[in-house]
């Protein structure tokens, strides 16, 4: 009797030929998509309508804290997150966050008081930190690692409409309905990438992964094994307990970082330092063992994102402040000469998910970062006067590339290494050392920015440029972006140690 090998049933042939908007993906792709897309509307959107939003609660000597307050219950998130995806599957994290998201959005929205708008956009932040992880999760558990690539490229491409019309469409709400619809009516439009995707994350990655205490409990108990299955679950619930301390040392120390880099007096050296108290044994934690180091493998693949993320976020926060400025653009020519940005991105992390290329990938993310090195190395240079405007949108957009090329290869890389009960832990690192050094090199760009000229830094809308021009002077912002792109440089050497020996 002649055994047919599975290539020769058309099964493998079969399972090859799927795409990640093949019927069985679909429903589930176009679901998850579009949850990415909104998010990605919300955070381009509402960032037109808050400075307005300030100003007519009376409070734009809170408007910073409306950015950290998100930020800070977001890390609190995303390890909350990886611990709930691993033990109970992403299902619950993911819904939990979505509705925290929504109400969030609602309780800013009806707000009456600065305060009330704070506190929304914290339980917003929330949400983001739950629901960017359990995506992540249900990528590594719905998907073969084959199509994985694709799917973060689309990620990344659901940011590019928003990043060009969630700015315009927000402004033209803002200025006819007023600013609470812009936060209002988000929640609404969640519904329909709900009601595709969850009976997908249902019949796909329910459930606590294989390996953990929680799928393995019944196996060990039918086997005698009842007291040994006990004791597992009862460190892993310690373990997991002592993760969440660490989460909440590492959201009150980056909120007391923050207030500590707003307000440079002496006075603010007592809750900057309680704040590296708190980070310092948090990172540690909840961070890969040897990433403060770069160690071969998943260590670098979270510092590499960390650094990647964090040197260029800092730098263009102050790109189009240098451009209004430093050559007299209005605020929307500045923030246009961004928005090209978007579509290179989407670009590079299309690239980077072509299958002939995944033996390339490492020399992919080194490229990449070399690009954003220059491109950040580049941008100062507007500050001569024979040197055009337009400069920096070609740079910013060689930059954009690298940045496709490289934040998607490290989502890749991370799911390629971590085992499934561990997919939501590792994920929750990721983002960690995403957002922990976004608020780490923006403190310190802008405390170089202030010390040498630079005056004090706030939202670009909430200035006009001729108050902007009277504070800033050329030398402030090279100390911005110079050293970022020092690190960005660094960055280039931390991607030659993302593969294991």
């Not at 069985?24 to 998509?33: C, D, E, F, K, W």
């Not at 008081?113 to 983001?128: H, N, S, T, Y």
């Not at 500590?260 to 900057?272: E, H, K, N, V, Y």
């Amino acid at each position: 009797m002649t055994v047919l090998e599975p290539r020769e049933t058309g099964v493998v042939d079969s399972e090859q030929d799927e795409t990640v908007l093949s019927r069985s993906y679909r429903a589930l792709s176009v679901g998850i998509v579009s949850v990415v897309l909104l998010i990605a509307f919300e955070a381009t959107a509402v960032g037109t309508a808050m400075p307005v939003a300030a100003r007519e609660l009376d409070g734009v000597s809170l408007y910073a804290f409306a950015f950290s307050g998100y930020f800070t219950t977001s890390l609190f998130g995303m390890v909350l997150a990886g611990q709930w995806s691993d033990r109970r599957g992403p299902l619950g994290a993911l819904t939990t966050g979505i509705a925290s998201f929504a109400a969030g959005l609602l309780l800013s929205g009806t707000a009456g008081a600065m305060w009330l708008f704070i506190l929304g956009r914290a339980v917003q932040g929330l949400g983001g930190g739950l629901v960017i992880v359990a995506l992540y999760v249900v990528v590594g558990r719905a998907y073969p690692e084959r199509l994985r690539p694709a799917i973060m490229a689309a990620f990344a491409a659901s940011w590019v409409v928003p990043s060009i019309v969630g700015p315009l469409a927000s402004g033209a709400v803002t200025e006819h309905l007023g600013w609470r619809w812009v936060f209002v009516g988000i929640p609404v439009l969640v519904v329909f990438p709900l009601a595709l995707a969850l009976p997908q994350i249902r019949r796909r990655a329910a459930g606590p992964a294989e390996g953990t205490e929680e799928s393995a409990g019944g196996s060990e108990k039918s086997a005698g094994g009842g007291e040994k299955s006990a004791g597992r679950t009862e460190r892993s619930a310690s373990s997991g307990g002592h993760r969440i301390r660490l989460a909440l040392a590492i959201s009150l120390g980056a909120g007391l970082l923050q207030y500590a880099a707003q307000d440079l007096r002496w006075f603010s050296l007592l809750p900057g330092s309680a704040g590296v108290a708190l980070l310092v044994p948090a990172v540690l934690g909840l961070l890969p063992r040897g990433t403060c180091r770069a160690a071969r493998g998943l260590p670098s693949v979270v510092l590499l994102r960390g650094v990647a993320a964090g040197s260029f976020i800092a730098a263009e926060s102050f790109v189009p402040l240098m451009l209004v400025t430093q050559r007299g653009l209005s605020p929307t020519l500045a923030g246009f000469s961004l928005a090209a940005g978007g579509g290179t991105w989407a670009l590079g992390s299309w690239v980077q998910s072509r299958p002939r290329l995944e033996p390339y990938r490492e020399r992919l993310m080194t490229v990449g970062m070399l690009l954003v090195a220059a491109a950040i190395a580049t941008a100062p240079s507007v500050l001569i006067d024979a040197v055009p405007a337009w400069t920096v949108a070609v740079a910013w957009a060689f930059g954009c590339f690298g940045m496709g090329l490289v934040i998607s290869s490290t989502s890749v890389l991370l799911l390629h290494l971590s085992a499934p009960e561990e997919a939501g832990t590792n994920s929750a690192a990721l983002q960690i050392s995403d957002g922990l050094s976004n608020v780490l090199l923006l403190a310190a760009g802008g405390a170089a920015f202030a010390a040498l000229g630079g005056g004090t830094v706030t939202h670009a809308a909430t200035e006009t440029a001729a108050d902007a021009a009277s504070g800033s002077h050329p030398a402030a912002f090279a100390a911005v972006f110079l050293p970022m792109a020092a690190v960005a440089l660094a960055g280039a050497w931390v991607t030659t140690r993302v593969r294991e020996r």
